[in-house]
Every structure is written in C-alpha cells, then in structure tokens.
C-alpha cells in the first residue's frame, strides 16, 4: 500500500515563546461567511472570496504566536462544485491568488504547506501550483498550513475504503489487518495529528463535510463573525473556550483518575 503520509506529527513545542499552556496544537477552521459578508456591503460574492483570502493571510500569521502548531483550513469542498460558474472560476482562483504572492514568505518563514482533497477536475496549472507550494515547503518544519481544496470527509473516506479494497483484491492486505490505523494511514491527511479544535465562523453550527473522520474527538467553536473579518483576536477567543473544555476522550473522571467509559 503507498504510503501517503507527507507530514511529520512529531509532537514540538508551541510555535512561540509566550504561547498559552493547553492551547490546541492542531486547529481546523471552516472559512465561511464570504458570501454574506459582501452581500451586507452591496458587493459581489467574488470580492468576499478575495477578503477571505485576506482573513487567511491575517490568521496564518497569527497562529504560530497562539500556540498552534498545524493549522488546517476548508477552502473548496467537493460539494461546492454546483455553485453558479463564475463563482467556482473565482474560487478555483483563490489559492493562485494567495500562494503567487505569499509562497516566498512561507518559504522563507519555515511554513510547510499540504494540499488536501482530490486533484481530479482541477486545473492543469492549479495543480502545478499546488505541487509547487508542497515541493518549495517540504523541507520546513516551523508551522504545517494545510489546505483542504476539492475536498469533502465523506468523499476522502470513500476513497480510502476503495484503495484498501484494491489492496485487499490485489492480495496485499489482508481484511483482519484493516484497523483505525490503518484507516487513517490511507487518508488524504494520513501523517496529520487529528485537530484539537474545529472552527466555524459565519454563525453556522456544522460540520459541513469536513474532517468527518478525524473530528472525532476535537473540540467544536462555532463563532457569529463572518470570515473575511476573522482576526488574531477571534482565533484568541476561540483558543479560550478550547482551553476551557474538559478532553476527556471517551473517559470519564472520577476520584481524579480517568477511567475508560
């Protein structure tokens, strides 16, 4: 079976000195609101997907001082394919946008960038810019940005069970050997931590698709601020509240001894 994993999870100390104890290592963001943002201002959908490349830009600075280690963003999920057409072009060309004039700095400032999701139905020259941003980064190892682009849970599950059957067909694997592990090896974000906090922002309270498996166990903060005007200090409040929860990862506490229940 190929081994899909791109990503170190070496557990390393927070991105910066300062950071506050218990903040979460791996955070994932939904980054939704683009659309209402610019609807409120009288504008088109497209400018609000350009101000959520900003919101992005603000926040992939600010993570590294907050603590966190791999941030993990939804950019373009599988679904978002049945948006009218001049809205999935803009879409497709957020990330040229973003990585054409930031690749540098990242490079430069020891960010590893990971693409997640299906490459099938992209663009010859998204794909090769995508491929870049992996290839230049791949040696850096300060802060890990993944971004989930024609990407979907569901989807990315599918396609994992369908490579393991192949194995298993192919007399490679044998069926009693497929277990959690095993599972999450063959997933497109196979040599990821699983994220400790999942973020929505826009008001919206699910998951819409996203990391479905490796939600799991994550801590969910859902907050009633539309994307493109997300900040260091909304990242802040969120990181707050996750700092506040009780993991107790299925257990349960008693006489200050967790107990598997």
Request: net charge neutral.
């Amino acid at each position: 079976m190929a081994d899909r994993s791109k990503t170190s999870t070496e557990p390393a100390a927070p991105g910066a000195e300062g950071a506050p104890a218990g903040a979460p290592l791996h955070v994932a963001i939904v980054m939704d609101g683009n659309g209402r943002w610019a609807h409120k201002r009288g504008l088109p959908r497209t400018l609000g997907h350009r101000a959520g490349v900003e919101a992005l830009r603000r926040i992939v600075e600010a993570a590294p001082g907050l603590g966190i280690r791999w941030l993990t963003v939804f950019g373009f999920s599988t679904e978002n394919w049945s948006r009218p057409a001049a809205e999935v072009a803009e879409l497709m060309a957020l990330p040229k946008r973003y990585f054409k004039a930031d690749l540098k700095r990242l490079e430069r400032e020891g960010v590893r960038v990971r693409a997640l999701g299906r490459r099938d139905g992209l663009s010859q020259d998204l794909v090769a810019l995508l491929e870049e941003a992996e290839h230049r980064t791949a040696g850096n190892d300060r802060f890990f940005l993944q971004i989930a682009f024609n990407y979907g849970g569901q989807a990315d599950i599918a396609d994992a069970a369908r490579r393991l059957a192949q194995e298993v067909a192919a007399g490679r694997l044998e069926p009693s050997a497929i277990d959690e592990r095993v599972f999450s090896q063959t997933l497109s974000t196979a040599g990821l931590p699983p994220p400790d906090l999942i973020i929505r922002p826009s008001g919206e309270q699910r998951l819409s698709n996203f990391l479905l498996w490796e939600a799991a166990y994550a801590e969910l903060v859902f907050q009633d601020v539309l994307w493109p005007d997300y900040d260091s200090g909304c990242l802040s409040e969120a990181i707050r509240t996750f700092r506040a929860r009780d993991r107790r990862f299925g257990g349960v506490v008693s006489d200050d001894v967790l107990v598997a229940g």
